[in-house]
């Protein structure tokens, strides 16, 4: 057994990183030497066997084109199997480089200029542009945020679904930024609302391998056959193995007639993954389960470190806990700042880079996204900086 170090710390900012680039930090946070918080990639190393293999890909010394390989295809079937007992077929994956692709994509192929897509507000923000730059409008069913807790909107829901230009629903499950994985009760009140409406759900399930305990994801797709002749599931190794930079992602579409929709689309750009990218993800669903289950911890215990500090240092914060992700959604609606004035302590005086709640839509105001994937020194050293820009005011 291979036992991997967290703790340790990487340089990453001569590596073309875009978390850690002093030019980024600068033109987004108005601060070159802010401590990167933000978006979501983890300051870990990958597990040994992904490293392995690119190595031994490397030293071949050539990297032509690559295609969807039997092994490739057959990684992804045995993770889905292993990890969430849903039994899927080769023949219903299709790549691309990336989920925020693939909803490209999706809405190009289901959509007509001035239709309507659900999404549940605040949200991966990438959702929003998405859409609009498509020029389709946002049907919002904004969370419902009471004592602290997340839940859907559900008669919102069926109202905006009724339209009859409503073709779509982006699905956040788990749920980014408020970490909610949602209950397969709550998934069945969805997935009904949304056929009873001729509503296609498109389900984002790039967190789900990143699961805190007693938690349990349930695959759109897996719940009944009804359920999985009416979606698109997107799924990628790139959260789950900090492989993001490889731009390797699965879209499983059981609906043969679906498939052959969006693969038609698809083929206009004749993508398939790349070398690098296809043995990342061979080796990270055959051999990177141990590192995913010490990585699981690590970030378990990163959570209820920032969990007993907010407590105990920030109390008039207040931490949605996550049961999935290692995004963390921090409430500081408390403090009786502004958008602006909040943004601007956290960037000015705090110097720690994170995401704005206002981003991810209406109901993001006065919350901050911070991304703990990260040894636990820096993350202490990133909470005591905030802890300190907030003396006089919490």
């Not at 055959?286 to 105990?312: C, H, M, P, S």
């Not at 009786?336 to 000015?348: R, T």
């Not at 720690?352 to 703990?372: C, S, T």
Request: proline share 4%.
């Amino acid at each position: 057994m291979t036992i991997y170090n967290f703790d340790e710390i990487i340089d990453r900012k001569r590596t073309d990183s875009i978390k850690w680039s002093k030019k980024h930090l600068k033109e987004k946070f108005n601060e070159e030497n802010s401590i990167p918080m933000w978006i979501a990639d983890m300051d870990f190393k990958a597990a040994q066997p992904i490293i392995d293999a690119l190595i031994s890909r490397a030293e071949h010394g050539i990297y032509g084109y690559g295609h969807k390989s039997e092994e490739f295809l057959e990684s992804a079937v045995n993770w889905q199997k292993k990890r969430n007992g849903w039994d899927i077929e080769k023949e219903w994956i299709l790549f691309t480089p990336g989920i925020i692709p693939a909803l490209n994509f999706i809405v190009k192929t289901f959509c007509n200029k001035g239709d309507k897509v659900i999404i549940q507000s605040p949200v991966y923000y990438p959702f929003l542009n998405i859409i609009t730059s498509n020029e389709c409008h946002i049907a919002n069913n904004p969370l419902i945020y009471d004592k602290g807790e997340y839940t859907i909107n559900f008669a919102e829901l069926e109202r905006i679904a009724k339209d009859s230009r409503t073709k779509l629903m982006f699905l956040c499950s788990p749920h980014n930024p408020v970490g909610r994985v949602w209950t397969e009760a709550e998934l069945k009140q969805l997935g009904e609302i949304c056929i009873k409406n001729n509503v296609l759900i498109v389900s984002d399930e790039i967190h789900s391998d990143l699961i805190f305990h007693p938690n349990h994801h349930t695959p759109f797709g897996k719940i009944s056959e009804e359920f999985r002749m009416n979606s698109i599931v997107c799924t990628s190794p790139s959260k789950t193995f900090n492989l993001a930079g490889l731009q390797v992602s699965n879209i499983i579409i059981p609906n043969e007639r679906i498939r052959n929709e969006l693969n038609h689309k698809l083929t206009t750009i004749d993508i398939d993954p790349g070398s690098f990218a296809s043995v990342a993800q061979i080796a990270a669903y055959n051999e990177g389960e141990e590192w995913l289950e010490q990585l699981l911890t690590y970030l378990a215990e990163n959570l209820d470190f920032i969990d007993r500090f907010v407590k105990e240092r920030m109390p008039k914060v207040k931490l949605i806990k996550p049961e999935a992700t290692y995004l963390a959604w921090l409430d500081f609606s408390n403090l009786g700042l502004s958008d602006l004035e909040l943004q601007q302590l956290m960037q000015k005086k705090a110097k720690v880079a994170l995401d704005d709640g206002f981003i991810f839509g209406a109901g993001g105001e006065l919350f901050q996204r911070i991304n703990f994937a990260c040894p636990r020194s820096l993350l202490q050293q990133a909470l005591e900086s905030i802890e300190k820009s907030l003396n006089g005011i919490a």
